[in-house]
């Protein structure tokens, strides 16, 4: 596809832009999520509601295309979308949707990393929540881990929980001069 600033194209990036939105719903999710990708670059104010909305479809073609397009929006929502599909049943995102949340980074993802753990029941999603809160975590992280170490009642997820806030410390102490 061309670019779509710089491009012979780019005159008509409106009309582009509404005709990659309507194949984004087209019945060939073949189609579909070409025009995602499309779609993100060529208006990516309206494609994160579809990419965010792809999060919830029944395909794993299109939940697969939304992790990798949602990054780039690096912010709440998206970083919400992403979480809801680690651990989730019968779902083989995890890895996928762990990696893109880490891609976001920053409060979005620290937020999300946090009610990942909030919201698991099992004892792999927490672990996989402290590897992520270790990786992307801040002030606010290591802010909850202290809270909540002491009340953790399974001992591998304190553990681990307790190694994650020691690695965020240390990459929050200032460098010695």
């Known amino acids: 596809m061309t670019d779509p600033l710089l491009s012979e194209d780019a005159k008509d990036r ?9 194949l984004c719903q087209h019945v060939d999710v073949g189609v579909k ?9 060529w208006d990516p104010d309206g ?14 073609e299109e939940r697969e295309w939304a992790l990798k397009l949602l990054p780039q929006w690096k912010d709440a929502d998206s970083a919400r979308a992403v979480q809801s599909l680690i ?19 920053g409060p979005p993802a620290e937020q999300a990393t946090i009610a990942l753990f909030n919201r698991a029941d099992d004892q792999g999603t927490k672990l996989t929540a402290l590897e992520i809160l270790q990786r992307v975590g801040g002030r606010e992280a290591l802010s909850w881990l202290r ?8 001992t591998a997820v304190r553990a681990r929980a307790l190694s994650a806030a020691e690695v965020i410390e240390a990459r929050l102490r200032p460098p010695v001069p």
């Not at 999520?33 to 670059?41: G, I, K, S, T």
């Not at 494609?47 to 794993?60: D, H, K, M, Q, Y």
């Open 87 to 105: 651990g989730a049943p019968g779902r083989v995102e995890t890895n996928r949707a762990r990696a893109a949340l880490e891609l976001i980074g």
């Open 47 to 60: 494609a994160r509601g579809v990419c965010l909305a792809a999060v919830r479809s029944a395909s794993p």
């Open 14 to 22: 409106a009309e582009l832009a509404a005709e990659l939105k309507s």
């Open 33 to 41: 999520v070409r025009a995602m990708a499309a779609y993100a670059r």
């Open 147 to 154: 809270s909540n170490v002491p009340v953790m009642d399974d």
